[in-house]
């Protein structure tokens, strides 16, 4: 069993924690809110006071942070943008293994491997799939950057946490899927609540549509598990008021990852654009903190 400190514990890390948690292992668990370390105890876990407290003597440091400043302020520090706060790296033990499970920039997830690796310590990108409910159930995808040596070592670990885990390649292989995979999802969620609305508004019910759609050629997993309109589903986050998913603005950040990642190798990707000005559109109407599938909200006939 492995000593493990955990960070980063909101809708996403808090349940992963408990997972590693109820399988035995020793997760000493933090978060800037004191409400989400009261979560992961109830769940079996300790309580760290910091982050360092939670780096001590852990062989294993999962993360799961909003995005890439967060992740290289954490374990660089703010040095390089003025800042006098240190890293964390220089408070894990030699021979550590980093797992960061947020969605970042694959060039983030480089340089803090990098730095990382010159301290003695390994370093993989793992971010996943699957969701708030994957994530309680232990059923998330890791798509994993880094070597097959610290891959191994992670397994063990990933698998109380997920049923499927893919290498995709080098340090930052695992984002550069991910930001794939999430402007597919981002797409796929605005054509499946444009189609719901396009029903609705012809005086269809959207539950026997969105059944017909799941069973015919537009069959997605937005329609399997994830519908945007509430009432559909009873476990979605439309169902609970487009709380405790995935937020809109988490969403608009993949999308801008994706774009940044097509502007460097010239890529086009037409669809994907439109769905970062769609959500842009969306937060800045106010529902930044909403779950992305609040989007169906720009396309309901109001009244
Ligand atoms: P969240 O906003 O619910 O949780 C993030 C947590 O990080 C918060 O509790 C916050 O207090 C904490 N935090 C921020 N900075 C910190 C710091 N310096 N030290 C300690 N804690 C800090 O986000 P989430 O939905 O759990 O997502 C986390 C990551 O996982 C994001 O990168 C997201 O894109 C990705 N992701 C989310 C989902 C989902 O369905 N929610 C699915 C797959 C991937």
Redesign the pocket.
Same mark, same amino acid.
């Given at each position: 069993m492995a000593n493990i400190g955990f &960070? =980063?514990?909101?809708? #996403?890390?808090a349940p992963m924690a408990i997972n590693l948690a109820k399988a035995g292992h020793s997760v000493k668990a933090?978060? /800037? +809110?004191q409400e $989400?370390v009261a979560k992961v105890v109830a769940g079996g876990g300790a309580a760290a006071s910091s982050?360092q407290d939670a780096a001590l003597g852990a062989e294993i440091i999962v993360t #799961? /942070?909003? $995005?890439s400043q967060?992740v290289e302020?954490?374990f660089l520090g703010n040095g390089a943008s003025g800042g006098s706060q240190p890293g964390l790296l220089q408070h894990i033990a030699k021979g550590a293994l980093i797992i960061d +499970? +947020? *969605? &970042?920039a694959a060039a983030t997830s480089q340089k803090v491997a990098k730095a990382a690796e010159a301290s003695g310590i390994g370093f993989i990108d793992a971010?996943? +799939?699957?969701? *708030?409910g994957g $994530?309680i159930a232990g059923t998330l995808t890791f798509m994993v950057g880094g070597s097959a040596t610290h891959l191994e070592r992670a397994r063990p670990l990933l698998e109380k946490m997920g049923k499927n885990i893919f290498h995709a390649g080098d340090v930052g292989a695992g984002q550069t899927a991910?930001i794939c995979n999430n402007m597919l999802l981002g797409i796929l969620m605005i054509g499946t609540s444009e189609a719901i609305a396009l029903g609705v508004a012809n005086g269809l019910d959207p539950k026997v549509l969105s059944e017909i759609m799941r069973r015919s050629s537009g069959g997605n997993w937005a329609l399997e598990v994830y519908n945007p309109c509430p009432g559909v589903q009873e476990a979605s986050a439309a169902t609970r008021g487009y709380t405790g =998913?995935? =937020?809109t603005d /988490?969403m608009l950040?993949?999308l801008g990852l994706a774009q940044e990642s097509a502007m460097t190798v010239k890529a086009s990707t037409p669809l994907g654009g439109m769905a970062r000005q769609l959500y842009a559109a969306h937060s800045i109407a106010g529902h930044g903190g909403e779950d992305f599938s609040s989007v169906i909200k720009m396309l309901q006939k109001k009244g």
């Open positions: &960070i =980063g514990l909101g809708n #996403m890390g933090f978060d /800037l +809110s $989400a982050a #799961m /942070l909003p $995005a967060h302020g954490l +499970s +947020s *969605t &970042i971010p996943v +799939s699957g969701g *708030t $994530a991910k =998913g995935f =937020g /988490l950040k993949d």
